[in-house]
């Protein structure tokens, strides 16, 4: 469907992308993930048509769409700032790409009123100014306005950043069951590793202008392939050397006492299990958010830190004594 051959973007003397290849499957949920400055929103906008690329392909369909202007791509655009026309009606910014496109004011209605029900805006609120709306309702405005005019590929970039957390993730869920529905391949930027991980059929982690790993969810966070990918998705413990030792000691393993090695802070077990090592520690301090308490535990010298579900029992308190029980197979290392 969506093919980056060989790009190559630069600012004057500077590389932003660099021999980059990906492809995007039709009707694929994609995700760029990565810090400020990585390259994902310049990849975006490559695509879009907003920047030119030095150097390189963006194939689309099997057409090379490198040079062709923004208005022949048809990909709609959902920008993390909304991009609306404020001192126009809801239902006025919706009908503007398709008074562009020159379809009569009966076609206009009736597609600006299908999209309005599929993302759920009211007749009401058709009729009201866009300034007069909330941040969550101008951002389902912005989308339903790029979905109006049908297009092959949806592209969001940060669009839910500017959004407080609870309507952010009543958004997140709505959105992956709106491009589920209609089936349109969409490529999503942002810096959330959760969002990415929530939403997406694959990611594609950016750092420095590369592809570090391409994947989906579950093997982005439990096969990461590099240092990077481990430290940037969710939370890791960075075993100490003590620690692999003794792991390998305990289990005729032979991991590489000199190299980083990861282990997630949920495969961190506080109870028994065949197969585990068993590593004691004493407990540091304690975070408690209601669902789950993470303990800080002091093994050897090194801070692991571990989940634990709250059932309702008393807390483990700083000094206290605990065994911790780590399977080597969840051991990630680079």
């Given amino acids: 469907m969506i093919e980056f051959k060989d790009i190559e973007v630069k600012y004057g003397d500077f590389i932003a992308i660099k021999d980059m290849n990906l492809s995007i499957n039709e009707g694929e949920f994609f995700t760029f993930l990565g810090p400020s400055g990585c390259g994902k929103t310049t990849t975006l906008r490559s695509l879009v048509g907003f920047i030119q690329p030095s150097a390189g392909q963006i194939i689309i369909d099997g057409k090379d769409v490198t040079n062709v202007p923004i208005e022949k791509r048809n990909i709609g655009m959902v ?49 009201r100014n866009v300034s007069e709306l909330s941040g969550g309702q101008q951002q389902r405005v912005s989308l339903a306005r790029a979905i109006v005019l049908e ?5 969001l970039d940060e669009p839910l950043s500017n959004l407080d957390a609870k309507l952010r993730v009543g958004l997140r869920s709505e959105l992956k069951k709106l491009q589920k529905n209609l ?3 969409t490529l999503y930027v942002t810096h959330d590793q959760e969002e990415a991980l929530t939403l997406s059929d694959r990611i594609a982690v950016f750092n420095n202008g590369f592809v570090e790993q391409v994947g989906e969810p579950y093997d982005i966070y439990n096969h990461s392939k590099s240092e990077f990918v481990c430290d940037f998705i969710g939370e890791s413990n960075k075993l100490s ?18 190299k980083g090695a990861y282990v997630r802070l949920e495969r961190v077990s506080l109870k028994e299990k065949a197969g585990c090592a068993k590593i004691h520690g004493t407990v540091k301090d304690y975070d408690y958010n209601g669902i789950m308490i993470k303990y800080d535990v002091d093994v050897l010298g090194c801070e692991i830190r571990v989940i634990h579900t709250n059932d309702g029992q008393a807390f ?12 080597p197979n969840d051991i990630m290392q680079f």
């Fill in 183 to 185: 089936g349109i391949t």
């Fill in 241 to 258: 050397s003590l620690i692999i030792s003794e792991i390998n000691v305990q289990t005729e393993k032979t991991f590489d006492v000199n």
């Fill in 79 to 127: 920008f993390q700032s909304y991009a609306l026309f404020p001192t126009m009606t809801v239902y006025e910014n919706l009908a503007f790409g398709l008074k562009v496109k020159k379809l009569s004011p009966k076609e206009i209605d009736k597609k600006v009123k299908e999209v309005a029900n599929v993302i759920e805006i009211k007749d009401e609120q058709l009729l």
């Fill in 151 to 155: 297009p092959k590929i949806l592209c």
């Fill in 316 to 327: 483990y308190e700083p000094g206290r004594k605990l065994d911790l029980y780590i399977e």
